[in-house]
């Protein structure tokens, strides 16, 4: 099966290997529920979309369903493993990721950004109605969100502040950065 497509599994049920689900596709009377499960030439991509080594596994699975006529309502929980690397020695870190996800996507563009000089929905779970959802997009979002900005392994250890052992301490970057930063460049002159 092509890794790009949607399908339907029975009774309202998609399997979302794809990127997107398809409003006009969707039930308006009963919920729609989905699985995305992407294989592994997308979680290489997305993996690289967030600056992570690898994404060892992911799931987003929920329903969307119709609120009103012009709103629809997606709720969902993803779960993933993530490896990034550490700030301090660029060693492999894992996280786990498990989190509910909650978006409503509304067709009247004045109830997502009610100010006209606001560019940004107030509610951050808002967004505007398009044809279609896409999945990917929202995952790379709650990721991004979700993930350590500087991943840190437990025992790693911060070098010297001003490198190479010289003692230097922090009253000194503090009360002497531009003497600290002199003896730097003379080091790296040598």
């Known amino acids: ?111 997502v950004y009610p100010a006209v000089d606001c560019a940004v929905p107030r509610d951050d779970s808002l967004e505007l109605l398009t044809p279609e959802v896409d999945i990917y997009c929202l995952v790379r979002e709650v990721m991004l969100l979700e993930l350590p900005t500087y991943p840190r392994k437990d025992d790693a250890v911060v070098p010297d502040m001003a490198g190479n052992g010289t003692g230097t301490t922090d009253y000194d970057l503090e009360r002497r950065p531009f003497a600290v930063l002199s003896e730097f460049c003379q080091r790296q002159a040598k």
């Not at 339907?8 to 989905?34: D, H, P, W």
């Not at 799931?59 to 709103?71: D, H, K």
Request: proline share 4%.
């Open 1 to 111: 099966m092509n890794e790009q497509t949607i399908h339907s599994s029975g009774e309202g049920t998609f399997a979302c290997e794809g990127q997107v689900l398809e409003i006009a596709g969707l039930s308006e009377k009963s919920s729609n529920r989905f699985r995305y499960t992407p294989g592994k030439a997308i979680l290489k991509e997305l993996a690289a979309d967030i600056s992570a080594v690898a994404i060892v596994k992911l799931a987003f699975s929920g329903e969307i369903r119709t609120v009103t006529p012009g709103e629809w309502r997606l709720k969902g929980h993803l779960g993933a493993t993530v490896t990034q690397q550490c700030v301090v020695s660029l060693d492999k870190v894992k996280t786990r990721i498990s989190v509910p996800v909650e978006r409503r996507y509304l067709s009247d563009p004045e109830r």
